[in-house]
């Protein structure tokens, strides 16, 4: 039997990648997502910044695609997400983690002020939050990257504890 559980929190991982909300996943999900980020941090999309980031969002999204869309119509819906997507993300969190890491490494780029190669818990924060994760966890979730509590999150910390957020265990 699937628990409740399991269920809720498969709603939520396809809540954060929906960005639009509209009940499908696809490129203008990842297009929103980039744009979001770009707006918190107030770097525009034509810099060198903005542009691997997009580049990042437009990888994330064709790899997803490869692993989800089995109809080829450019759009991933729940049933897909579900049968797709979350069964490989389990069975090969590496290979998420792959197709995650050139968005998740520019979008740290973006956040990262002085540029020493790691974003701060706030600017952290401020990201989650920018792609919509609710204040509270957006916190809790950046507090607990920082695993060594230096006040700084890399790319190290970032994308396989992004690979873990999105394998669900059944
Ligand atoms: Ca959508
Ligand atoms: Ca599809």
């Known amino acids: 039997m699937v628990s409740s559980e399991y269920e809720r929190k498969i709603a939520a991982r396809f809540a954060t990648f929906d960005q639009d909300g509209n009940g499908w996943i696809d490129r203008a999900d990842f297009d929103a997502a980039a744009k979001a980020v770009l707006a918190e941090f107030g770097v525009a999309a034509r810099s060198d910044r903005g542009q691997s980031l997009y580049a990042g969002a437009e990888a994330f999204w064709q790899g997803m ?64 939050r920018a792609l919509g994760v609710p204040e509270g966890v957006a916190r809790t979730t950046a507090a607990a990257l920082d695993g060594d509590r230096d006040g700084r999150i890399g790319e190290t910390d970032i994308v396989p504890a992004f690979a873990r957020y999105f394998t669900v265990p059944e």
Do not use: C, Y
Not at 90 to 108: M, T, Y
């Open 65 to 128: 695609a490869g692993m989800a869309d089995r109809d080829g119509d450019q759009r991933i819906g729940r049933e897909e997400f579900v049968t797709g997507a979350v069964k490989r993300l389990r069975d090969n969190p590496e290979r998420f983690a792959e197709i995650a890491r050139p968005f998740l490494h520019a979008a740290l780029a973006v956040a990262d002020s002085n540029g020493d190669g790691a974003a701060t818990v706030g600017d952290t924060t401020r990201a989650l």
